[in-house]
């Protein structure tokens, strides 16, 4: 039953995507991109790969200790580097950090590789869970909750500008919010044809 339910996900993807397109999510810190990543990785079987991950492999560092050690400047430049150099014969669940969007090269990148969705919630409810384990280099702060206020504030035009479409996550479990992923893209997909 379960395999038959896996076989059907799959393969309702597949055709609302006609095979070819990846799904990218975007979105700020405390969004929910990766665990929804890995969540769309099981229900889809497709690969998923995270930017900050890759990143921190050709560092040889976690993200903070890249932010610490060589800045922000030259994270920035390892994150266009990642994508630059990614290469899909076959479509993949990526997975974006919250500051993919701060460059228009890399926003051309995301687009043109799928399905860019945006994750979101309320402030509040983003800043809680991005602030849960402490390791978010930009919260180090005196005040990290105006900033992260701020970044919002800031970055929010730029999610919408990159974005096919955009999913509240305040409400929603991780499985809701994968449903709702497939639903919107089986809506957008007679568009694109
Ligand atoms: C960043 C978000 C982080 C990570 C880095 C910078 C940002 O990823 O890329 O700390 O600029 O918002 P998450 O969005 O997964 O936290």
Redesign the pocket.
């Known amino acids: 039953m379960l395999e038959l339910g896996f076989w059907c996900f799959q393969r309702r993807y597949c055709l609302v995507s006609g095979g070819a397109k990846s799904i990218v999510l975007i979105g700020?810190?405390?969004?929910g991109?990766?665990s929804v990543g890995r969540l769309l990785q099981r229900r889809t079987g497709l690969a998923c790969f995270d930017a900050?991950e890759l990143v921190a492999a050709e560092f040889g560092r976690s993200?903070p200790e890249i932010?610490a050690k060589c800045g922000e400047e030259r994270?920035r430049d390892a994150?266009t580097e990642v994508l630059r150099k990614l290469f899909l014969p076959q479509p993949i669940i990526i997975v974006t950090?919250?500051?993919i969007v701060l460059r228009r090269e890399n926003v051309d990148v995301l687009k043109r590789l799928g399905t860019v969705v945006w994750l979101t919630a309320d402030d509040a409810t983003l800043f809680e869970r991005?602030s849960r384990r402490g390791e978010?280099?930009?919260l180090r702060t005196q005040k990290p909750r105006a900033t992260f206020s701020q970044?919002l504030r800031e970055r929010e035009p730029l999610y919408a500008a990159a974005a096919h479409f955009k999913i509240d996550t305040s409400a929603l479990t991780h499985d809701e919010i994968a449903d709702e992923i497939f639903d919107k893209i089986e809506a957008l997909a007679p568009l694109e044809r």
Do not use: Q
């Open positions: 700020m810190m405390g969004a991109k990766s900050d993200i932010f994270f994150e950090g919250g500051g991005a978010r280099p930009l970044l």
